[in-house]
């Protein structure tokens, strides 16, 4: 059973740029929840979405960040126009979802942004 | 809103020492407490949680103790070894809520 896969996991983007991180949660799992982590710090939450739906991205910057879960496919963390300060560590983790099973949420590898 | 606070930030044992970590909550409602381990360059990896309903938990040299009425929850580790060294995150949340809390994590250093 594979864990949550995360890709690129490295990625360096010039200021300007587009950064697409991507994420397939584990197996059986609905619900992928995206954090950001600045180097020495701790993890911060971003956005919390079930398949085609987003149920909480109080944590996301209102401008040039969005993120999606589509019926099919991997979810994915889009950043625009990145500036160096977007540097950081972003994982995704996922969770069975549902009341039953608890908060269990379980993380990726992570991908490590580098805008120059 | 829930607010969790862990100490210390950073703690030194030597190897073969017990090590001690620390969390508290302030909503009395949440009843599922995890914590992750984090290693250098990777991801948070779950080793234990416990839930409101028992007062402790152990999984060979890890264990979590819980005191709802102090609302703290400690991890302790025994015989500590080299590569228990990482940066450990205690969280909080209400059962029926996703919405984790988490500390600002404690960075572990196992003195050889």
């Known amino acids: 059973n594979a864990g949550v896969m995360q890709n690129p996991r490295h990625l360096v983007r010039r200021r300007g740029q587009e950064a697409r991180l991507r994420c397939s949660p584990m197996?059986?799992?609905?619900?992928v929840y995206w954090y950001r982590q600045l180097p020495e710090e701790g993890l911060k939450f971003m956005v919390y979405?079930?398949?085609?739906?987003?149920?909480?991205e109080s944590g996301m910057p209102k401008e040039r960040f969005s993120a999606e879960f589509p019926k099919e496919g991997p979810s994915i963390l889009r950043i625009q126009q990145v500036v160096r300060g977007d540097s950081a560590a972003y994982f995704c983790?996922?969770?069975?979802?549902?009341?039953?099973?608890?908060?269990?949420?379980?993380f990726g590898e992570g991908s490590w942004l580098t805008v120059v | 809103g829930e607010n969790v606070e862990q100490h210390p930030s950073t703690l030194s044992v030597q190897e073969g020492d017990s090590a001690v970590i620390k969390c508290t909550y302030s909503d009395s409602a949440s009843n599922y407490f995890p914590w992750y381990k984090q290693e250098l360059g990777k991801g948070p990896q779950l080793i234990i949680d416990i839930r409101s309903n028992v007062g402790e938990k152990k999984d060979q040299r890890i264990a979590v103790t819980l005191n709802k009425t102090a609302k703290h929850f400690s991890l302790h580790i025994t015989e500590t070894q080299p590569e228990d060294s990482a940066v450990y995150f205690c969280a909080a949340s209400l059962d029926s809520n996703y919405q984790l809390i988490w500390g600002a994590g404690t960075k572990l250093i196992i003195k050889p």
């Open positions: 197996k059986g799992h609905s619900h």
């Open positions: 979405l079930q398949k085609e739906n987003i149920i909480d």
């Open positions: 983790a996922s969770s069975p979802g549902g009341s039953s099973s608890g908060n269990t949420i379980y």
